[in-house]
């Protein structure tokens, strides 16, 4: 049976262990010889952990936008990054005219509550017009057509927004409420994190429970499963295919308002690191797996703030923060290498449009 194993393996596949075994090796070393040297204490630990873990939130969310598109369509929608950008970027201007007002200072929740909205709202409506002009006539079309639309989608998006709001850096404004922080011993974690880590956790638990409860979102699983078979079933796949656009950009609407007020800035291509690592995170976890995309986006979030120290600061690398990419798409290379269809993920089968 080993022999037979071993006979499958081609010379591609053993250059990719040889070189995600050297990685986890060198991982182990650097970790090992971090810790051992007592550099940090373990209030720097648990900082880097808290804003690790606040930043995967914002991951997560925006991951889910990617992976219930793919769930449904079987494509991915390269365009979400600037769905992600346009509402944070629209409410940027009744968060500056609030705060020129006093209102957000003296009325703070129901001042968040409307930026949280008409961000949404904005990412919800390029969300499904994306759907509704861009993707929906290529249903029936290769899987290349799509893709290459999203692309000119997300192009066409970016430089729409520049028009429309400018080309410079817009800075959110400055919430004293968020500065503050609680402590307990040497943990210590910010208003503004907790702020975004709970707001994380409601709406991923809330999706999970409109997918798991819901009319709408056993129609959605049974869509995914099989299109024809759905509609055969009575249900309208159409509709159900907006809906899903319209929850990645509901989503991909309050990460880029949590986005905002952790970062303090938004412009016309702020969505594109943040999408890559999302999308990233969407592949560690499983694309098309929603349970996945919130635990991948959480995991990367982490492991790219607590990784560079603790991976490379052993290792003698100066400056390892710097590197926080390369280990997040590292990560992603031994996921590939050791577990292709990701931590969740499962092998899909093919269905026919």
């Known amino acids: 049976m080993l022999k037979h194993y071993f006979r499958r393996i081609g010379l591609t596949d053993l250059l990719m262990f040889i070189v995600g075994g050297l990685i986890v090796v060198l991982v182990l070393v650097g970790s090992a010889a971090t810790l051992a040297s007592g550099k940090y204490s373990g209030r720097q630990w648990s900082d880097l952990f808290i804003y690790g873990l606040a930043l995967g939130s914002i991951y997560a969310l925006i991951a889910l936008g990617y992976t219930l598109v793919y769930g449904i369509l079987r494509m991915i929608n390269f365009a979400h990054s600037e769905v992600f950008m ?22 703070l929740v129901v001042g968040l509550l409307a930026i ?32 290459i639309t999203a692309i000119g989608a997300s192009f066409f998006l970016q430089y729409f927004f520049r028009g429309l709001y400018g080309p410079n ?30 707001t994380a956790a409601l709406m991923m638990g809330g999706l999970h429970l409109f997918i798991q409860l819901t009319r709408t979102g056993k129609a959605m699983r049974a869509v995914s499963e099989d299109k024809q078979a759905a509609a055969l079933m009575g249900i309208d796949v159409d509709r159900i295919i907006m809906v899903t656009f319209a929850l990645g950009g509901l989503l991909a609407g309050a990460a880029g308002v949590l986005y905002a007020l952790m970062f303090k800035q938004v412009y016309y291509i702020m969505g594109f690191i943040p999408s890559i690592k999302a999308f990233t995170a969407a592949v560690l976890g499983g694309i098309g797996n929603v349970p996945g995309a919130m635990l991948g986006g959480i995991f990367l979030g982490i492991a790219e703030s607590v990784g560079p120290t603790l991976f490379l600061d052993g ?14 798409f590292t990560l992603l290379v031994l996921v590939l290498i050791f577990r292709p269809s990701g931590i969740l993920g499962e092998k899909l089968t093919e269905t026919k449009a």
């Open 86 to 107: 346009s509402g944070p970027f629209t409410a940027f201007f009744l968060a500056q005219a609030m705060e020129k007002s006093g209102f957000l200072q003296h009325n």
């Open 116 to 147: 949280f909205f008409l961000a949404m709202a904005v990412s919800t409506s390029v969300a499904v017009l994306l759907e509704r002009i861009a993707y929906r006539p290529l249903r029936l079309a290769p899987r290349l057509v799509p893709l």
């Open 315 to 328: 290792l003698g690398v100066p400056a390892p923060q710097g590197l926080k990419d390369a280990i997040a």
């Open 169 to 198: 850096i817009k800075v959110y404004p400055e919430i004293e409420a968020f500065k503050a922080s609680i402590q307990v011993g040497d943990f210590k974690v910010t208003y503004i994190q907790t702020f975004v880590i709970v």
